[in-house]
């Protein structure tokens, strides 16, 4: 944990850019997040855009969390605690909504840390009118060995597919944005984040917000570290979390499904029929292919990320982070899909998959 300390700030610009700055909403939701607040915080209160309302929405931490923010909120006055008794994401960005006094909305995370101009820049894109929201480069960053090849594998087309915002060096039009940056205008006029939405929340709102006619930005110089999974274990649960929420996206919005969110589901449906037919002799070498395929595949693409990671205990753990990610989202995604057909009926299922 880091030792720093908060140093008392009276809110006000530093600069002369700053002088009558549009005020910016800061939102971090948090629940047990003691360990990694504090440089969180201080990423958010050292930005080069001074004007900022520091909103920290807690999910009732069993931890230090609220200590933490109400020293910090003791000696800088852009700090608020905002408490949140459903502890979930979404309705802990609504409560934020509710008393948010800026003209642009930035989150982050209590686990993220971001640049030092993440804010000006930001800000300086959505002012010109054409975007509905903005965000950049989410890099994990991790201690251990088995975290540090979760994050090589995050940071990999193989693990990620085209989610951009992942390894992206280029600015351009995105379907999604991580910890996204909007007028707070578009958030309201948008009725904030779906409540019902554990997880996925975030995309299923950019989903309306381009369903609203507007753009999302790609910028790749706003970069945001992202303390990822510590164990592959870890990884694993949390990507069949993602691909469980991602059923309940399609489920409200069949048309906003990408290539990249059926893939891993389609792997697991082809190792699962591999294993059905497995005892027939006539189809072993069908029952074979698809684990030959993804086994070839999964060698090819740890040895090539190998060469970004630092350790060999790290680059041992490559092959069961990528397999973590893609067999977690699958199987997650199946196991919602199976809930969808007995609440909503077999119907429901084919809204989703007659968009593929």
């Known amino acids: 944990m880091s030792d720093a300390r908060p140093t008392r700030s009276n809110g006000t610009g530093s600069t002369d850019a700053d002088s009558g700055a549009d005020l910016v909403t800061v939102v971090v939701p948090v629940r047990n997040e003691g360990g990694t607040l504090r440089r969180c915080l201080d990423s958010i209160l050292g930005q080069t855009y001074r004007n900022l309302q520091v909103v920290v929405v807690d999910g009732e931490s069993t931890d230090d969390t609220v200590a933490i923010v109400e020293e910090y909120a003791a000696v800088d006055p852009r700090v608020e605690l905002v408490v949140n008794?459903?502890?979930?994401?979404?309705?802990?960005?609504?409560?934020?909504?509710?008393?948010?006094?800026?003209?642009?909305?930035?989150?982050?995370?209590?686990?993220?840390?971001?640049?030092?101009?993440?804010?000006?820049?930001?800000?300086?894109?959505?002012?010109?009118?054409?975007?509905?929201?903005?965000?950049?480069?989410?890099?994990?960053?991790?201690?251990?060995?088995?975290?540090?090849?979760?994050?090589?594998?995050?940071?990999?087309?193989?693990?990620?597919?085209?989610?951009?915002?992942?390894?992206?060096?280029?600015?351009?039009?995105?379907?999604?944005?991580?910890?996204?940056?909007?007028?707070?205008?578009?958030?309201?006029?948008?009725?904030?984040?779906?409540?019902?939405?554990?997880?996925?929340?975030?995309?299923?709102?950019?989903?309306?917000?381009?369903?609203?006619?507007?753009?999302?930005?790609?910028?790749?110089?706003?970069?945001?570290?992202?303390?990822?999974?510590?164990?592959v274990r870890a990884f694993a649960r949390q990507y069949r979390r993602y691909g469980r929420g991602k059923v309940n996206t399609l489920l409200?919005?069949?048309?906003?499904?990408?290539?990249?969110?059926?893939?891993?589901?389609?792997?697991?449906?082809?190792?699962?029929?591999?294993?059905?037919?497995?005892?027939?002799?006539?189809?072993?070498?069908?029952?074979?292919?698809?684990?030959?395929?993804?086994?070839?595949a999964l060698a090819a693409a740890s040895a090539l990320t190998a060469r970004t990671v630092a350790g060999v205990r790290a680059r041992l753990s490559l092959p069961a982070a990528f397999a973590a990610m893609h067999l977690g989202w699958g199987v997650g995604f199946w196991q919602e899909l199976w809930t969808v057909a007995r609440e909503h009926g077999p119907g429901a299922v084919l809204r989703i998959v007659r968009r593929r």
Request: proline letters at 6%.
């Open 252 to 296: 409200r919005h069949p048309e906003s499904g990408a290539l990249r969110h059926y893939v891993a589901p389609a792997l697991v449906a082809g190792l699962v029929l591999g294993v059905l037919l497995a005892p027939f002799r006539r189809f072993r070498a069908l029952a074979a292919a698809p684990f030959v395929a993804y086994g070839l």
């Open 85 to 231: 008794p459903r502890r979930i994401v979404p309705s802990s960005l609504n409560r934020a909504l509710d008393v948010a006094r800026g003209v642009w909305w930035v989150r982050n995370d209590g686990h993220s840390t971001l640049a030092p101009d993440y804010v000006e820049r930001a800000v300086d894109h959505l002012r010109t009118g054409r975007w509905g929201g903005v965000g950049g480069r989410k890099d994990a960053v991790a201690d251990t060995d088995q975290g540090r090849a979760v994050a090589a594998a995050l940071a990999s087309p193989f693990g990620v597919g085209n989610s951009t915002y992942h390894h992206g060096t280029t600015e351009q039009v995105v379907d999604h944005i991580p910890f996204g940056t909007y007028p707070v205008a578009v958030v309201r006029e948008l009725d904030g984040w779906d409540e019902d939405m554990v997880t996925n929340q975030d995309y299923e709102f950019d989903y309306r917000v381009r369903r609203s006619g507007r753009e999302l930005l790609f910028d790749p110089a706003l970069r945001i570290d992202w303390r990822c999974p510590s164990s």
